[in-house]
């Protein structure tokens, strides 16, 4: 299976007190006004990988304890994504997504740890790591999902 991979660098910022290896993917369909990535909009921002070139290099982040899906949109590639996760076994996952949480399918909440979500609103800008004020921020404790920023 192929996605298309902006880029795959280790985070200090993208989720709360952890060391992360994120996945930018390539490629967004939401088109928030002010978008906060534009040069990931179109998917030619990124390369073709397979699951295996990325696992590779996510094993490259020792310290890492999730991964986090951004980009760009990490769900207009779905099938990739879900794949993605069941093969990262070893680390917890987390996303970024414009989409709402209510719309992910349970095939990939079920994979994940930790989501922020909802699409950017340049007039709730907040300057923060969580970019606009519209947007939820949702942990998976013991199995159940917990809306920490509604
Ligand atoms: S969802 Fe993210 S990448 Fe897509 S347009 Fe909105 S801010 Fe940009």
């Not at 987390?94 to 930790?114: V, W």
Request: proline share 4%; with cysteine; hydrophobic share 35%.
């Amino acid at each position: 299976m192929i996605g298309k991979i902006a880029k795959i660098a280790t985070s200090f910022i993208d989720v709360p007190d952890e060391i992360a290896v994120a996945i930018y993917f390539a490629g967004c369909s939401i088109r928030c006004k002010g978008c906060q990535n534009p040069e990931l909009l179109d998917s030619k921002s990124g390369k073709e990988m397979t699951i295996e070139e990325v696992l590779a290099k996510t094993s490259n982040h020792p310290l890492a304890k999730y991964v986090v899906f951004l980009g760009g949109e990490p769900t207009d590639q779905m099938d990739f994504l879900i794949e993605l996760c069941r093969k990262l076994k070893n680390l917890k996952k987390a996303m970024y997504t414009g989409r709402e949480f209510e719309n992910l399918p349970l095939s990939l909440t079920t994979l994940l740890d930790y989501v922020v979500c909802g699409p950017y609103r340049i007039d709730l800008s907040t300057g923060g790591r969580i970019a606009s004020s519209n947007q939820r921020e949702f942990r998976k404790e013991n199995g159940i999902w917990n809306c920490l920023r509604a």
